[in-house]
């Protein structure tokens, strides 16, 4: 039986009516990762507990037991902290550690019954925007394996489209999850600052990072984002709000709901297929009984300078933890003995990151020194203030944005990776909504011509997930989703 191109939903069926268990489930996945994925390279590693998890499911659901992922086998990204599984957030700072607890969003699939595949690959400590920064190589695309994957959940986007993982977790502090989703060919999922837990989440930007899931269809992520959404006491910016229940009250129909177009993201040069992936986008909710309208967000021109001050400050502050002292990589002192402390840290620091992540934790700190503080981050600071309020402001024309995630499909492997501005540049789109604190998702809605998968991004105002479920699902289904693979897999 092939389970490749089924949803989490049909999965769970099978599994319910014991068509299938799910140690074969378990192990069909496990195969199809050893025979396709040492070209892709989505995953770091696979779990070895996979298939005992896999029984266990088995036990529980032979002895009727219930849960809401029950047998269902899930990818992780590698930022996730795994008990007894490596955890390296792609960086050869962390190669072999292996952390004695998983991230809270872990424990809580688990408790669902969910049986962990492995851990999927990413830009080192999630910085990047086309997986090309991982320690452990590139992840391509399957769809064309000349192009990037998208960052920085590339493994966890990939893995999905190529049906190495019915769905995978992922992390966005600035698109990581929604931009390779986009390249990729599948839904991913940012939730509401404060919904889901970060504890236990290798820590790039506090105050931006999130979370969530990438899955073939909108109710899988819907109820993904259900199980891992909830107060957690070892996360204080956790919400205490009820989590509904997504998945089961999706509704279709758009009557009555208004989608906003940001002028702004139109006045910019979309690339052709884009631009058409988005009239197709405006014309499907007007079917849906959607009432399309214009907002403004003139702010949004400044998101590139005020994220990449932001993301790199606090990515210099969390990342000073990784002295080679308390854990993380340690230079070889044996063979030649340090100077001095300064030696002993910038060798440790020096060898263990890559170039990426030394960039911005020059930048960061940089930002961060007294003399620029006032002028670089506080700055920052208030120019997001001001964006919250424009995208306030937006909701109160409208139930939700929509627009495009990125200005062009994938691009090659190689081909930004040269220049780190226009990599940044990448993330116009995307990072307002860490920025703001808000919900966003990218729904597949067709390909360019070069046969790359383009997305359209949707957001709303905080906790109001609902109606992006909604939309998205609307979407999803006049956009007559291939439900095929890509070529070769
Ligand atoms: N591409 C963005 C960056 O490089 C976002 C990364 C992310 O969301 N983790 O910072």
């Not at 595949?117 to 695309?141: C, H, I, P, R, T």
């Not at 990072?431 to 604190?437: D, I, K, M, Q, R």
Request: net charge negative; proline share 4%; hydrophobic share 35%.
């Amino acid at each position: 039986m092939e389970f490749k191109n089924k949803s989490v939903f049909e999965l769970k069926e099978l599994l319910e009516k014991k068509t299938v268990t799910s140690v074969e489930m378990t192990k069909y996945f496990l195969d199809r990762i050893e025979s396709l994925d040492q070209d892709l390279n989505a995953y770091i590693q696979v779990s070895d507990k996979a298939l005992d998890e896999a029984k266990k499911a088995d036990d529980k659901i032979q002895a009727g037991e219930k849960g809401r992922l029950l047998g269902v086998p899930v990818g992780i990204k590698d930022l996730l902290c795994t008990r007894g599984i490596q955890t390296t957030a792609a960086s050869k700072m962390l190669e072999g550690f292996v952390p004695p607890y998983s991230a809270t969003v872990v424990e809580k699939l688990q408790s669902e019954g969910a049986v962990v595949l492995g851990k999927l690959n990413l830009d080192e400590f999630a910085m990047g925007s086309s997986n090309e920064n991982s320690y452990f190589g590139a992840v391509k695309n399957p769809w064309n394996k000349e192009y990037v994957s998208g960052g920085s959940s590339g493994g966890s986007a990939a893995a999905v489209a190529a049906g190495l993982a019915p769905v995978t977790i992922g992390t966005d502090t600035g698109g990581s999850i929604r931009q390779p989703a986009s390249f990729c060919g599948v839904v991913g999922m940012k939730p509401t600052y404060g919904r889901v837990s970060r504890y236990g989440i290798v820590a790039f930007a506090s105050s931006l990072d999130q979370a969530g899931p990438l899955s073939r269809t909108v109710k899988d992520a819907a109820l993904i984002s259900e199980v891992i959404s909830g107060f957690d006491e070892n996360d204080s910016t956790t919400s205490e709000r009820s989590v509904p229940q997504w998945s089961a009250s999706i509704n279709e129909s758009l009557k009555g709901k208004k989608v906003g177009l940001v002028k702004e993201y139109f006045e910019s040069k979309l690339h052709e297929s884009v631009q058409e992936q988005m009239d197709r986008a405006i014309e499907f909710v007007k079917e849906a009984g959607a009432e399309v309208v214009e907002v403004s967000l003139s702010l949004s021109r400044l998101a590139i300078p005020v994220y990449y001050m932001v993301a790199t400050s606090e990515a210099s502050s969390n990342l000073a933890r990784y002295d080679g002292v308390r854990y993380g990589y340690r230079s070889n002192f044996d063979e030649k003995p340090a100077s001095s402390l300064d030696d002993f840290y910038e060798r440790n620091r020096g060898e263990g990151f890559g170039s990426e992540v030394k960039r911005r934790i020059m930048l960061g700190t940089y930002a961060l020194s007294s003399g620029y503080y006032d002028a670089y981050y506080k700055k920052a600071g208030q120019i997001r203030r001001l964006l919250a309020e424009q995208f306030q402001k937006a909701f109160e024309k409208c139930d939700v944005l929509m627009g495009p995630v990125t200005a062009t499909p994938a691009f090659k492997l190689g081909d930004r990776i040269s220049d780190p501005l226009e990599m940044y540049l990448n993330d116009i789109f995307t990072t307002s909504a860490n920025l703001v604190g808000i919900p966003g998702m990218s729904v597949p809605m067709g390909f360019s011509k070069e046969g790359l998968p383009v997305g359209v991004q949707l957001m709303s105002s905080s906790f109001s997930e609902q109606v992006l479920f909604d939309v998205g699902s609307a979407l999803e289904q006049r956009a007559d989703i291939w439900k095929g693979l890509p070529n070769g897999y």
